[in-house]
C-alpha cells in the first residue's frame, strides 16, 4: 500500500515534469515564432525604407533603380516570410478587430501581407522586365519617351502577365479597411493612401500600352519623322465625329520629340469641295450652308471615311501631305488635366485642372472676344502634347490611364496611313469606326445644325423595347428618344460657354433666332437589312441609307428651350443569323458623355428583362433565351454617376408633369420630394417660346410659391411679364431676382435693358455700372442681334456701350456700320448724327471729319460738307479720296482754280493711278485750256483702261 502511493506520487511527478517542459517548449517556439515574425517584421521596414530613399534621390539614377528593386526584393522575401508564418493564425487576426489599440492594425494584418505578396511578385516582375529601361531615364526629358520605347522594342513585357499581378495585387489591397489606412502605422506613408487609384491607373495603362505598343514607333517617328493632322473637335456644337471642327493642328514627331508644329482655324481653310462631290444635302437643307468646306467635312461618324474626306479638304487648301489623322475634342483633353495640372497655353493663359471645361470655355470664348476663337483649340492641343511628351515617369501611369479613358471613350480617334500600326488600332477599336457586327447593333448619331453652340445643355436619353420570338431572335424593336433643352437665360449665365441661337423651322423654311433652340440632324444606325415601320415627332423628312455595315434613318427635329421631344422608331431588326443567344451592340458617339440607355427585352411568353446602361463607351449586351426565361450571360455595367442623375432627375420629373393636369396639388408634391423643383421651371421656358403665356405663368406661381427665394423663378416671371407687355411688372420681378440674388448679371442685363427700352438711361446706366464686364456683355448682344437683322436693338446696345464709355470707338465704329451699310440704302441722318458725336470724342480725327462731310454731302449740305472735307485733308494731307471730293465740291460752287488744286492733290498723294482723279483733273484742265496737259491726263486714263471709247474720242477731239 505505502509502495502504491509512493510509485504513484513519483508518476504525477513525471508528468508535472512533462507538463512543464511541453510549456517551456511552447514558450520557446512562441517567442522564437514571435522573434522570427518581429525579425521579418523589422528587415521588412528596414529595406522598404532603403528602397524609398532609392527612390526619392535626385535625379533619379538608374544605380538608384537598380538599389530600390534590391530593396524592395529583399522586403518582398520579408512579407512573403510573414504571411507563411501568420496563416496559423489568420483567422483570430481578421476578428481581432476589437482589441483596445491595436484591433485596426490586427484585423488589417491579413490584407497588408497578402497584399504585400503580391505586390512582392509584381515588383520582382516589374524590376526584371524594365531594367533596360533605367539608362534611358537618365535622358533629357524631350528624348526620355523614345529613349525607352527604344529600350524595351527588343524584348518587350510580358503585358498579359503584368496585368494579371496588377489585378492580384488590386484585388489583395481591396481587403484592407479604408479606417486602418488613417491610423498608426499606416498614416504615416501617404503612399498608400494613394496606392488604389495608382494600381487602377496602372491598370489602364497596361489595357492602353498592350494593344498600342506595335503602333507607337509609327505614332511617335521612331522609324522616320512624321506629320500628323489633328483636328480639335468642340462638343459644345456637336458633330458626328465629336464635335465642330475648330482649328487644326499639324505636328511632326521625330524620335519622340515635337520637332514642328503649327495650328489653323478651319473657317481660313476655305477651299471648297472639288468639281462633283455632293455636299451631304442636311447642310443645305438646315444649315442653309452654300458651299462644303474643310470645317464640316466630319458628316460620316465612321472616323476613317471623314478623316479621309478631311485630308482631301486639307490637300485642296494647298496643304503638305499627312502621314494620318487624329480626331481629338474637349472632353478628351478635360480627362488629362487633372493629371497635368495646369496647362499654360502661349498666347492665351493657363487652363486649370480644378475648372477643367470652364476654363478652357473662357479662353475659347474670350473676353473681349464676340465669337469664339477657333485657334485656341489647335493651340490647347499644341501645349498639351508637348507637356505629354515631356511627361516624367511619376506621371506615366495617370498620363496613360487618361489616354486610354479617351480612346475607349471614342474621344480620340486615329487613322493612320500605316497599314500595320492603323490594324492595331483597329484591333482596339481606336479606329472610331462602324465595323460590321455580327448581331443587333445600334448607334444613335446627332450632329447639330443650329448656330448655338448649345449641347451642352441638352440630355439626351434612349430606350429600347426589343421583343424576341422561342429561339432568343429579335422579332420587333421600338427605340424612343428623349431630348430635353435645359437652356435658359439664366441657365446660361452661369457657365463660361457661349451660346446664341438661330435655328431652322421647318414649317416656315426660315432660319429663326432664338437663343439657345437646337436643330438636330439625327441619324439612328441599325443592322444592314432594318425595316423601320414607323417614325413619329420628326420635323422634317426622312433619309434612308443602306451598306454592307448597317443601315441608316435619318431626320430632322427642332428643340426650342426648356422643351422636352420624344422620337420614337419602330422597325424589325431582320437578322439573318442564326437562332441562339440574342446579343446586341450599342456604339456610343464620339462627343458625348455617359448618354443613358433603358434596355427592355421581352421574350416569347411575355417575359421581360430590363436594365439601364449607359454609353459612357460602347456596350455589347447579350441575354440568353432558356426556358426558364431572359438571363443575362455576362454581368451588366454599373451605370455611371452622371447617367444616375440623368435618369433619376428625367424619370421624378415626368411623374410628376403626368400628374399635373389633373392634381396640381399631387405634382408639385412629387417635385418637392424628388428635388426636381427647379427643372420644372424648364417647363415655364418651354411654354413660354410655345407662346403659352397664361400656363406658363400659371405654372410659374405654383413653383414659385414652392421655391419662394429662388432668384431664377423671379428672373422667369420678369421674361414673362416682358412678353405679355408688362413692362412694370417686369421691372419689379428683374428687381427680385437681383435682390434674391445680388451677383446675377443676367438679371441686371434684362433689368438695364427694358429700363433703357422705356427711356429710362440713366437708371439703365447705373444699372448696368454694377455688372462685372458690362462693355463684353453687350457687345456679344449686339453682335447677335445685328447677325439676326434686328439693326435697331443692335444700334441700342452699342449706345448703352457709348453712355458707359463715351471713348469706346469700337463702338463708334459699329453705330457708323450699322447706319452706313446695313441696309441698301444709308440712313444719312442717322450717320451724320453719329459721325458728329464721334469727332465731339476724337476732335482730330480724319476719318470722323470725312464721315461726317460724307454725309453732309450726301444731305446736300454742300457748305458743310466742303468744309468737312477740308478739315479732312487739313489733318490727314494725305488722304486721296478727302482732296477729291473736296475738289468735286469746288468745282459744282464754280471755284476752278481751288478744284484744281485739290485734284491735283489728289492725284499726287495717291498710292496708285485713280481713272476718276485724272479724268476730273483733266477736265479741268481743258476748261482752262490747258490742252496739252489735258490730253497728257486722258492718254494715262486710256492705258489704266483701253477699252474706254469716250477717252479716245476726247484725245481725238483735242488733236496733237
Known sequence: ?????????????RERRHKRRFFIICGLL??????????????A??????????????????????????????????????????????????????????????????????????????????????????????????????????????????????????????????????????????????????????????QQMLQLAQPLWPALPTLLGL???????????????LRPTGGFIGSLALITLDQGQLTASAYYNSSLLGAAAPAGSAMPAPYNDYLRASIWTLRDANWWPDWPRSARIIETFWELNEQPAVDGVIAVNLYALEALLPTLGSIEVP???????????E?????????????????????????????????????????AAGLYSALDSRQISLWLHDDAAQQAITAAQWDGSQPALPADRLQVIDADLSYSDVQPFIDERMALTVRLNQQGQPISSTLIITYTNHYDDWNAAQTQHQVFGYCYNVATQLQERIPG??????????????????????????????????????????????????????????????????????LKQAGTFARPLALTLIDSTGQTLAADIDLWRDRTLSVSATTGGLQWTQPLPPLHPAAQAQLTRARSWEQGWQLWPANQAAALRQWQQTGTLEQSLDQVTALRWQGELEQAAQLLAALEREMPTSARAAFLRGQLAEEQGSMAEAISAYQTALERDPQADVARLALALLQSHSGQTAAAIATLQQMQEPKITLRRRAFDARLAGDVAAADQLQALILALDPADQMAWEERYWLARFSSDQPRWEHVLAIAQAASAQAPTSAVWSSRRAEAQQALGNTAAALADWQQTTSLSPTNALAWYNQGLIQRKLNDISAATYSIEQAVKVSATPDINFLVVLADLYVEQERTAEARHLYAQALQLQPERDDLQQTLDLLGE
Open 1 to 13: 500500500m505505502i509502495k502504491r502511493r509512493s510509485s504513484s506520487k513519483q508518476s504525477h511527478k
Open 30 to 43: 512562441v517567442l522564437g515564432w514571435c522573434g522570427w515574425i518581429g525579425v521579418s517584421s523589422w528587415q
Open 45 to 202: 521596414l528596414r529595406h522598404g525604407r532603403a528602397a524609398q530613399a532609392a527612390l526619392q534621390s535626385q535625379p533619379l539614377r538608374p544605380q538608384a533603380l537598380e538599389t530600390a528593386c534590391a530593396q524592395l526584393g529583399a522586403a518582398g522575401g520579408n512579407l512573403r516570410t510573414l504571411r507563411t508564418l501568420t496563416l496559423p493564425i489568420t483567422p483570430l487576426l481578421r476578428h481581432s478587430s476589437w482589441v483596445p489599440k491595436l484591433g485596426p492594425l490586427l484585423s488589417s494584418t491579413p490584407a497588408l501581407l497578402d497584399s504585400g505578396s503580391a505586390g512582392a511578385d509584381l515588383l520582382d516582375y516589374t524590376c526584371a522586365a524594365l531594367a533596360p529601361v533605367w539608362p534611358a531615364l537618365e535622358a533629357p526629358a524631350e528624348q526620355r519617351l523614345a529613349a525607352i520605347l527604344r529600350a524595351l522594342q527588343p524584348q518587350p513585357p510580358d503585358w498579359n502577365r503584368l496585368q494579371q499581378l496588377t489585378t492580384q495585387l488590386a484585388q489583395a489591397w481591396a481587403g484592407m479597411p479604408p479606417s486602418a489606412l488613417e491610423r498608426w502605422p499606416f498614416a504615416s506613408y501617404p503612399q498608400l493612401q494613394q496606392l488604389a487609384p495608382t494600381l487602377r491607373d496602372s
Open 223 to 237: 522609324e522616320r519623322p512624321v506629320r500628323w493632322l489633328v483636328v480639335a473637335q468642340n462638343p459644345g456644337e
Open 347 to 357: 498666347n492665351y493663359g493657363t487652363v486649370s485642372a480644378a475648372a477643367g471645361l
Open 359 to 399: 476654363t478652357i470655355y473662357s479662353l475659347y470664348e474670350g473676353q473681349d472676344q464676340l465669337t469664339s476663337n477657333k485657334d485656341f483649340l489647335g493651340a490647347l492641343f499644341q501645349a498639351t502634347l508637348q507637356r505629354l511628351l515631356t511627361a516624367s515617369p511619376q506621371q506615366l501611369p495617370s498620363i
Open 517 to 586: 433652340c437646337y436643330g438636330n440632324y439625327v441619324r439612328i444606325y441599325l443592322p444592314p437589312q432594318a425595316a423601320v415601320s414607323s417614325v413619329h415627332g420628326n420635323d422634317g423628312p426622312l433619309t434612308v441609307e443602306r451598306s454592307a455595315q448597317f443601315s441608316s434613318v435619318g431626320m430632322y427635329l427642332r428643340l426650342l428651350p426648356g422643351a422636352t421631344r420624344q422620337l420614337r422608331i419602330d422597325y424589325t431588326p431582320q437578322l439573318s443569323s442564326a437562332a441562339g443567344d440574342y446579343r446586341l451592340d450599342v
